[in-house]
């Protein structure tokens, strides 16, 4: 109180008697409102997920989780993206005269799986229908990719919708049912899962717009945190997509903004990032870009938009070919691993290629198993070319017969 009174102004503070001393403090103190002299509810603080240990703690696969995602980022190996629907199958299978059928499907998965690929590749990520079948033997693809050294995994999206009041944009579908569909795939055998979103460069329709960035960054957002609470690891896949006339600072900026708006939604849903793994597109310009770039330009820019936008705790990301040529996606990611300043990258450049691992061994077998061993000599020399492109070691000549043609694949709604 003295000290208090001592600080009033002194005509006040020694000519008052205690009396009206403590009266004026009194009404000083209901006047001024001094806060200072009063409790104030004090909001706690946000509890943060890794620095209070909540993941550790509460999710029963957490080290699992850890671990598998370390695995598949090993240095010299990638995945195989084998997740393609019964449709796309389908269009693929006709063009080498073959009927989209069950059992058609079921011969091509097996010569890709049985095929000595467990050097390079540790992961396969599969369709539903796919993860449930087996070998002519009757052998579970499941097992026979374990056996391998490869682990399983499963395209858990249903595809891509239109995007309401946008122009031409998308949204992916798939959130309905998938906690119990992820159980379901942890128990056949799936330790990680994918999902795309895909978005577009548009001047003309002002694409990406802020809705289909927020609606897909949010929809990846909750599929990794369903992924990770029934024990499989969440490739997290923001493509923006090679179509179009921009160029490549284009492609580079709005990377980079999908980037943060999708790392910004994975840290507000508790997403573990040392449980999961980042599948974006590389940084090139449009496919109908005037100004096209040289494979050293587009690993600048790749790096570049990665070390700006991806935080050190994730351990791989696994680049999509998106349509670029067999040759070309491995020579741009044997740059990556070589130009400077990919020696300080905090985790693996590494690929998850579709397209540009299975369309040249598709025309090789041509649905007739009398080609079937040559088909799958192929994919283990482009498996081996692009383990050795992610250390960096990669010299050619390209395995791929006609390797330098793009995969072009229009985009297509469900």
């Known amino acids: 109180m003295v000290a208090f009174v001592s600080a009033l102004p002194v005509s006040h503070a020694f000519s008052a008697t205690p009396s009206t001393a403590a009266c004026m403090t009194s009404t000083f103190i209901a006047s001024r409102r001094v806060t200072h002299l009063t409790p104030r509810r004090v909001r706690p603080a946000p509890r943060m997920t890794f620095e209070a240990g909540v993941f550790e703690t509460s999710n029963p696969f957490a080290a699992e989780l850890k671990a598998t995602a370390k695995y598949i980022a090993s240095r010299g190996s990638g995945i195989l993206a084998s997740d393609e629907s019964n449709s796309t199958t389908g269009k693929r299978l006709a063009t080498i005269g073959l009927e989209n059928t069950v059992d058609n499907r079921r011969r091509w998965r097996e010569l890709l799986y049985t095929s000595d690929i467990g050097d390079y590749i540790a992961g396969a990520i599969m369709f539903e229908e796919t993860l449930y079948q087996s070998a002519a033997d009757g052998t579970p693809f499941v097992k026979i990719l374990q056996d391998k050294g490869i682990v399983p995994g499963i395209k858990v999206d249903t595809g891509l919708t239109a995007l309401p009041r946008t122009k031409a944009e998308t949204a992916t579908s798939g959130l309905d049912g998938l906690p119990d569909r992820c159980k379901q795939y942890y128990e ?9 979103a895909v978005m577009r460069i548009s001047k003309a329709d002002g694409a990406p717009s802020d809705a289909a960035i927020l609606e897909n960054a949010h929809a990846l957002a909750r599929y990794a945190q ?42 507000e849903y508790d997403v573990c990032l040392d449980g999961a793994l980042l599948k974006p597109n590389m940084v090139n310009p449009g496919t109908d870009s005037p100004n096209q770039c040289d494979a050293a330009t587009v690993a600048k820019y790749t790096l570049q938009t990665m070390l700006r936008g991806v935080p050190p705790a ?19 990611l044997n740059l990556l691993n070589t130009i400077e300043g990919s020696e300080i990258a905090p985790w693996s450049l590494n690929f998850s290629y579709g397209r540009a691992l299975q369309m040249a061994v598709l ?15 192929l994919l283990a020399k482009l498996a081996r070319a692009n383990g050795k492109a992610q250390l960096g070691e990669y010299e050619g000549p390209h395995p791929s017969p006609g390797g330098k043609v793009r995969n072009f694949q229009p985009l297509r709604l469900v």
């Not at 600072?249 to 999908?258: K, P, Q, S």
């Not at 994730?314 to 741009?332: R, V, Y």
């Open 363 to 377: 025309k090789t077998w041509g649905g007739d198993d009398a080609n079937k061993q040559a088909a799958q000599e």
């Open 314 to 332: 994730m351990p791989g990301i696994h680049f999509l070919s998106g349509g670029m040529s067999d040759q070309e996606a491995t020579e741009n």
């Open 226 to 267: 369903i992924s990770q609470a029934n024990g499989l690891v969440p490739i997290v896949e923001p493509e923006v997509l090679l179509d179009g006339d921009h160029n490549i600072d284009e492609t580079a900026y709005y990377t980079e903004r999908v980037l943060s708006f999708t790392f910004r939604a994975l840290n």
């Open 188 to 196: 056949q055998g799936a330790r990680f899962a994918k999902w795309r």
